[in-house]
């Protein structure tokens, strides 16, 4: 069974400082990857997804992430962040075939201190 | 385009109890997924459907059930409720291509 690893649970940054939130997966085949957020009370928010091609890709707010196949890793990155961005992020896959469901990371829960 | 929407946002129950949640995809996506979130197991994936038939399921007692009707809102029903069914309920929708999920703002269930 795929399954997928966020290695930091809760970080905690100064704005400006810059994020990079880890997360691998463990699957061998094909993978689509995402990124979600969910901002406090608000619903999860598609951030970015990678399905093929160039393995940076960019999403919303100046968020990007890279997708290194060789090391089952789809890390996210932002150079600066901002108050705003306080939030709880999710790493997903969807890479089983016929089975068009998401499996998610455990989170990390990041909070950006004013 | 009006988002995924879900009634009712909060609910209440007694074990034993059986509950009914409903969902309204975006417009014109076909492919409605669930997924429970909880503090100890996470985001874990229900079941998907797509034009009125279940095309994936989690790993879930019997007692999850859902269905989709023929203008896509799908509901799901967990039936004789247990404390440990106290979770926010997610729904998803999904435009066949690329495949992408576009999440609602769940339904909190408690069961007391």
């Known amino acids: 069974a795929q399954s997928v690893s966020q290695h930091n649970h809760h970080v905690i940054l100064s704005e400006a400082a810059s994020l990079e939130l880890g997360c691998n997966y463990s699957y061998g085949g094909t993978v689509n990857l995402f990124w979600y957020v969910q901002y406090p009370g608000q619903h999860l928010q598609l951030l970015l997804k990678?399905?093929?091609?160039?393995?940076l890709v960019k999403g919303i707010k100046g968020f990007e992430a890279e997708f290194i196949k060789s090391k089952f890793s789809f890390n996210l990155r932002k150079p600066s962040v901002q108050w705003s961005d306080t939030a709880e992020y999710f790493c997903?896959?969807?890479?089983?075939?016929?089975?068009?469901?998401?499996?998610f990371g455990s989170g990390t829960r990041l909070q950006v201190q004013p | 385009k009006a988002g995924v929407t879900q009634t009712p946002r909060y609910l209440i129950k007694t074990r034993g109890q059986q509950v009914t949640l409903s969902c309204s995809p975006i417009?014109?996506?076909?492919?409605v997924s669930w997924y429970q979130q909880t503090p100890g197991q996470g985001l874990q994936f229900l079941f998907e459907y797509f034009s009125e038939t279940q095309r994936n399921k989690g790993n879930f007692p019997g007692r999850f059930s859902g269905r989709q009707f023929s203008n896509s809102r799908s509901e799901m029903n967990v039936s004789t409720l247990e404390l440990g069914d106290s979770a926010l309920y997610l729904c998803?929708?999904?435009?066949?291509?690329?495949?992408?999920?576009?999440f609602g703002p769940g339904t909190r269930l408690t069961v007391t």
């Open positions: 417009s014109g996506h076909r492919s």
């Open positions: 998803a929708s999904s435009p066949e291509q690329p495949y992408e999920q576009y």
């Open positions: 997903a896959v969807n890479g089983y075939t016929g089975r068009r469901a998401l499996t």
């Open positions: 990678y399905f093929s091609g160039d393995p």
